[in-house]
Structure formats: structure tokens, C-alpha cells
């Protein structure tokens, strides 16, 4: 079979996960060695810099890359791309450091141990280059593979980096140092090919007033957004807090490794994304014909994913981590068959955007993120990483069941 038969989107998801496999691979690597040389409690001290990561990208973009894309023709029609990719650009360098300042009021109030001087010294600039890029510009132009060939390299710089820097005996925070170069040469690749060639216009804080409005129009996205955050990312810093900093060391190495394996299937509904937004303009029902076929295609090889991690989890920690990781293999194994839950429950989730109906997401994610928060904050501090993985599976699983049912109420309703 040619490769020109295949779907476009199909063609560059290829591509795509050729260039998520190395650096995926270069990103295990490194992160093996540098939890073998720091340990795990070290490993949680940086790790508090990386899980806040995604709540630094949701609250200082408000989610409104849903938009931006779904307006992205009208702004190509009105030749105004590029004035609203640096009005969002001014947005989102604003609300960093709103929220570091946020940030480090609270570490002034209670205090920072001597080892963690490190990290909050490199902390704001690390939050810069991953929060402030141009991923909405080049998933509206289809330019995503620009967007993981970018990731591809930050995540080689840093594998390099952190062989070379990361000793044992390394300090806390050392870790940030090969992240922040990779980041920095990652943002510099990715606004070039976003503007390809184009140049950013100066924009005035009075340019906020258009975000806003965007805002205003986006807020059950956003909402829906946070709660996502609440469930799926804020178990991690609650791990380090409810729990201990070393268990956080340990449950980061399964985060990793989950992360770094599903990422691969989890480019799908990004990726998707316009493409829904144009098949639900030519033919709604379409629409859903397609999602369900591609969710029973992922959901058959989710199956077979999630059996092999779970058989193999015990023997690949001793290998790769060293037995006193070990303990975070089942969570690793929990949180891998989450991440794939998630693929599938994207595709729908995105479709429901691609419809301009964020009100069904909410409705399932709403009661599903309150349920899992109430949960951590009981369950985390009698059975730490284990309970917050567990907790974060049946959370998908839920969120999956929601929207697939409200998928099919949609269906039925129009027929």
C-alpha cells in the first residue's frame, strides 16, 4: 500500500510519532540517570517546578488555543493572524508572572529550605519558554510536526545536558539547568516556523482588552479546563504535600515514564482537532460516525497496551530505576492505562469543541474532578502515589463513560 493512500492527518501522525520516539527515548534516558544520581528526594524538590508546569500553561493561556483555532480562518481572511498571535503572546507573558509572583509571595510566607534555592531561582524562566509559545498557531496551520520536531530537541539538549551536568551528589534543582537550554532552543525553533518567516507586530497592553473578550467567550472551556488540572495534574504536587517529597521523587519517575509512552497516541485528537472542526461544518453526522470508529480502533489497542505495561512495570523499574524505585511500578502502570483512557475520551471531548458546545464537557468533568479532589485529600495521605494513581484511572474512566453517553444522546436526539 502507497503512503499517499493514507489520510493526511494519518501521514503526519506518522511523522509525528517518529519524531515523539526519540525524543521520548532521549527524555527516558536522561531522566533515568538523573533520578538514579539525585534520588528521590532531591528528585521531588525539582519535581515541584515540573508538576507545576501544567497549571503555569492552563492559567496563563486560559485555554483559548480552543478558540484561537476554531477563529483561525476569520483572523487568515482579515490578515490579522500575527497581531493576535503576539496579543496572546503579551497575554500569556503577563499572567506568568502574575502567577509567579503568586508563587513566590507563598514560598517567602512559609518559608524555602536551603535545597530548593535552586530550583526557585531557575523556576520563572523554565515557566517563560514553556508557557509562551505559538502551539495554536501551528495546530491551526497543520504545522504540528514542527511542534514535536521543536520537542524532539529540547528533549535531546536536555539528555545530553544531563548526563553531562547530573552527578551524584548533585544538588536539588540541578536538573532544571539541561530543561531550561532545551526549552530555550524549542521556543526559538517553534515561533520561527509559526511565522515562517513572518514577524510579530509591537502590541500595546491596551491589545489585552481583545484576550479578554476571548475570555469571556471561552469560560466553560477554561472551566473545564481547571478541572481537568484538579484531577489529572494536581495529584502530583498533593503526593508531595499530603504524603512526602520523596514519595513525590517516586511518583514523578512514573509520571515520566507514563507520559513518555502515551504521548505517542495522545498527538491523536490534537492533531484531529481542525479536521473536526471542518467535517462538522460539511456533515454533522460524519462527525460522529468518525469519532466512534476511531475510538473502537484506539480502545481495541489500549486493551493490549494496558495488559502488557502492567506485566512488564515490575521487571522494566528494576532495570531502568534500580530497585528503590520499585514501588512506583504499579503506580506507573495505573497512570499508562489512564493516559490512554484519556486518548479516547479526547476524541470526543474535542469533538464537542469543534461543535462549539463546551457545556457537555463540563457537565462530565465537573462532578468527576470534585469526586477525585475529595478522594486524594482522604486517600493520599493514608496510601500516597498509589491512591493518587488510582485515583486519577477511575477518573478517566468516568469522564470517558460521560462523554461517549452524551455523544450518543446527541445522536439519537437529531435523528
Known amino acids: 500500500m502507497k503512503l499517499a493512500s493514507f489520510p493526511a492527518w494519518l501521514r503526519q ?40 508546569l501544567p ?38 507573558v503577563v499572567n506568568v508572572l502574575l502567577l509567579f509572583g503568586v508563587g513566590l509571595g507563598f514560598v517567602l510566607i512559609n518559608g524555602l529550605p536551603e535545597e530548593g534555592r535552586l530550583s526557585l531561582l531557575l523556576a520563572l524562566p523554565v515557566f517563560f519558554f514553556a508557557t509562551v509559545q505559538p502551539t495554536w498557531l501551528l495546530q491551526a496551520r497543520e504545522r504540528m510536526p514542527a511542534f514535536y ?24 534543582g540541578m536538573d532544571l539547568i539541561p530543561y531550561l537550554a532545551g526549552s530555550m532552543f524549542a521556543w526559538g525553533l517553534m515561533w520561527t516556523w509559526a511565522l515562517f518567516e513572518k514577524k510579530l ?13 476571548l475570555a469571556r467567550e471561552n469560560g466553560l472551556i477554561f472551566v473545564t479546563g481547571v478541572l481537568m488540572f484538579a484531577y489529572n495534574a494536581l495529584e502530583a504536587p498533593l503526593v508531595g504535600w499530603l504524603y512526602s517529597v520523596q514519595e513525590l521523587g517516586s511518583y514523578r519517575t512514573a509520571l515520566m515514564l507514563a507520559n513518555s509512552l502515551a504521548t505517542f497516541l495522545q498527538i491523536i485528537p490534537v492533531l484531529l482537532y481542525p479536521r473536526f472542526v471542518r467535517w462538522q461544518r460539511e456533515d454533522p453526522d460524519s462527525l460522529r ?9 484506539f480502545g481495541a489497542g489500549a486493551l493490549v497496551l494496558s495488559a502488557a505495561a502492567f506485566l512488564i512495570a515490575p521487571w522494566g523499574y528494576r532495570l531502568l530505576y534500580g530497585i528503590v524505585y520499585l514501588d512506583a511500578a504499579l503506580p506507573f502502570a495505573l497512570l499508562f492505562t489512564g493516559k490512554l483512557v484519556l486518548v479516547i475520551s479526547g476524541i470526543y471531548t474535542w469533538g464537542f469543541w469543534a461543535q462549539a458546545d463546551a457545556r457537555r464537557p463540563l457537565l462530565v468533568i465537573g462532578p468527576v474532578a470534585v469526586a477525585s479532589m475529595v478522594a486524594d485529600f482522604i486517600l493520599i ?20 463513560a460521560g462523554v461517549f453517553a452524551f455523544s450518543r444522546r446527541r445522536r439519537v436526539g437529531r435523528e
Open 289 to 297: 460516525a468518525r469519532q466512534d470508529h476511531l475510538a473502537l480502533t
Open 55 to 92: 497549571a503555569f500553561y492552563l492559567f496563563a493561556g486560559m485555554r483559548l488555543e480552543v478558540l484561537l483555532v476554531r477563529h483561525f480562518a476569520d483572523y487568515e481572511k482579515e490578515d490579522g493572524t500575527e497581531r493576535m498571535a503576539a496579543t496572546y503572546a503579551l497575554f500569556q
Open 381 to 400: 495521605p493514608r496510601y500516597g502515589m498509589l491512591a493518587a494513581a488510582t485515583i486519577y484511572l477511575a477518573s478517566e474512566v468516568l469522564i470517558l
Open 13 to 52: 501522525g506518522g511523522g509525528m510519532v517518529v519524531l515523539q520516539a526519540v525524543g521520548k527515548l532521549a527524555s527516558l534516558a536522561g531522566g533515568v540517570w538523573a533520578a538514579r544520581c539525585l534520588g528521590p528526594e532531591k528528585l521531588g524538590i525539582s519535581g515541584v517546578v515540573f508538576v507545576l
Open 201 to 213: 507586530p509591537r502590541v500595546g497592553l491596551s491589545a489585552l482588552k481583545d484576550m479578554w473578550r
Open 149 to 172: 520536531a521543536a520537542n524532539t530537541v529540547l528533549a535531546l539538549v536536555n539528555a545530553v545536558l544531563l548526563f553531562v551536568l547530573v552527578r551524584p551528589g548533585s544538588p536539588a
